[in-house]
């Protein structure tokens, strides 16, 4: 079945330093979504991507989907205390449309 | 904005009851979600909803069934509940053929069975 895999599960950085997490999913996606989830609350949705080596950016957040539409990539720019919590990515694909999440990365910022 | 809201916040149980987790929307979405999540499991679907009286097994079912009799609830029952059961429960909506498939997330219901 299909899987998505989410690396690194957890992530420590000083404030001011960039963070990626990435997605692989075993098969083809349709489209995939990205969400936060800040400690102890619940996922919130932050985007979604469609189209083959698309590129979305929301202020210092940059949002990739590969090319071959089975990776994506979440990138921030100069992390700040704010962006401290659980990042989720979940994709869409097969022929049931099927959804499914990575397992998250932690992001720790150290002020 | 939408709304998702969940029955409890925090529950406990004891082993063998019967529990239900109830999960309510109000912007009128067809689809519906329940997730477990566990440390380092992320977030596991056990059933969905894409119409009234409609489910279909999501990857985690055996244990828990669902039931969905009106559009705005979808309610989340623990037949017979045991300690691995213990977790938090997210309730989750979204709209059918909308331009996204973003999800709107309930505040979790944190459940211990003892």
């Known amino acids: 079945g299909q899987q998505v895999m989410q690396i690194p599960q957890y992530q420590h950085v000083q404030e001011g330093e960039d963070f990626t997490t990435y997605c692989n999913s075993s098969?083809?996606?349709?489209?995939i979504q990205w969400y936060k989830q800040r400690p102890g609350g619940h996922p919130v949705f932050l985007i979604q991507?469609?189209?083959?080596?698309e590129v979305k950016k929301q202020k210092r957040l940059t949002f990739q989907f590969g090319e071959a539409k089975k990776n994506s990539s979440l990138h921030i720019t100069a992390t700040q205390t704010t962006d401290v919590g659980t990042y989720f990515c979940?994709?869409?694909?097969?022929?049931?449309?099927?959804?499914?999440f990575g397992k998250g990365t932690l992001l720790t910022v150290n002020p | 904005d939408v709304k998702v809201t969940q029955s409890s916040r925090y529950l406990v149980k004891r082993t063998g009851e019967k529990v239900f987790l109830e999960c309510v929307q109000d912007?009128?979405?067809?689809?519906m979600f329940w997730y477990r999540q566990d440390p380092g499991l992320g977030l596991r679907l056990i059933y969905f909803?894409?119409?009234?009286?409609?489910?279909e097994k999501g990857d985690i079912p055996e244990g828990y069934s669902v039931s969905r009799e009106k559009k705005e609830r979808f309610s989340l029952i623990l037949e017979s509940a045991s300690t691995n059961q213990t977790s938090m429960y997210l309730c989750?909506?979204?709209?059918?053929?909308?331009?996204?498939?973003?999800?709107?997330f309930g505040p979790g219901t944190r459940l211990t069975v003892l």
């Open positions: 989750a909506s979204s709209l059918w053929g909308g331009r996204s498939n973003e999800q709107f």
């Open positions: 909803s894409y119409d009234v009286k409609m489910k």
């Open positions: 098969t083809t996606l349709s489209n």
């Open positions: 912007m009128d979405h067809e689809n």
């Open positions: 979940e994709g869409q694909g097969g022929s049931n449309y099927k959804l499914t």
């Open positions: 991507l469609v189209k083959s080596g």
